[in-house]
């Protein structure tokens, strides 16, 4: 039986685990707020119980630090969103953010995400359909999470396609109006006629054009330099 109950914690033999936690995450806090470092200072503890101690507050520690802080999710049919999704990624952990990237449709739940960049393609004038369940499905979660949009769409980094996507990625957007994100942008896209699949790959002016990926890879850097500033800014809020 340990002998440490820094918060007054009398644990009873059924609930020692969860007391024995409890009391060294308040230890920890108490002595961090007392600027101490935990693993050093003990102070009226027997040794027995230090050792269980640290190491729960190892473990406690590694937690913290492996908990992802802001979720990249996406949606894609044909891999370029996904590599957009990655590129982000990366800029944001150079800025010194904790990242997870996932598809949408595999993201279940949301504990420990500080913040949320969403990204999916535009066809056929609509948002990727993951992007749109995505956002009906977590509603209650990602009102309250600061949110970061983006979508590829237009096949050549032409004004009319930007306008004429970006027009359609708000309309889609006002879908939700409870949706307030931090920043919104659309990037050109890739597009590759020999991998079209039904029932696209039966659409012939689709078949007749031009390979292309116009992704501008710089572009994209530097919105994920202003999200991770802006997310940055709302976590320390
Ligand atoms: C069949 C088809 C329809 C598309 N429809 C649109 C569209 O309506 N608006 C748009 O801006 N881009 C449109 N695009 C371009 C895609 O958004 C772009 O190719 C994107 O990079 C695809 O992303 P993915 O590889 O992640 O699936 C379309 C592409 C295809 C192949």
């Not at 890739?190 to 002016?205: A, E, I, W």
């Amino acid at each position: 039986m340990p002998s440490v109950y820094p918060v007054g914690v009398r644990p009873g033999k059924k609930d020692l685990g969860k007391n024995l936690i409890r009391a060294a995450i308040d230890l920890d806090d108490h002595l961090r707020k007392c600027g101490k470092n935990p693993s050093k200072s003990f102070p009226n503890c027997e040794r027995v119980s230090i050792s269980i101690i640290l190491t729960i507050l190892d473990r406690r520690q590694k937690e913290v630090r492996m908990t992802p802080s802001i979720l990249v999710a996406y949606a894609t049919s044909y891999g370029s969103t996904q590599e957009v999704a990655q590129s982000i990624a990366e800029t944001l952990r150079g800025h010194g953010l904790e990242i997870e990237v996932q598809p949408a449709k595999k993201v279940k739940a949301f504990s420990g995400y500080r913040g949320v960049v969403l990204g999916a393609p535009l066809y056929m004038f609509r948002w990727h359909p993951e992007a749109r369940q995505f956002l009906a499905r977590h509603r209650t979660v990602l009102a309250s999470l600061p949110m970061a949009i983006f979508a590829l769409g237009p096949f050549h980094n032409k004004e009319d396609e930007f306008r004429s996507a970006r027009e359609q990625l708000d309309k889609e957007l006002a879908k939700f109006p409870w949706l307030k994100p931090t920043a919104v942008e659309v990037f050109a896209g890739k597009f590759d006629p020999d991998k079209l699949r039904f029932p696209y790959s039966l659409m012939d002016p689709l078949r007749k054009m031009p390979a292309s990926d116009e992704r501008d890879w710089e572009a994209i850097r530097a919105w994920a330099a202003g999200v991770a500033d802006a997310l940055k800014v709302k976590e320390s809020l």
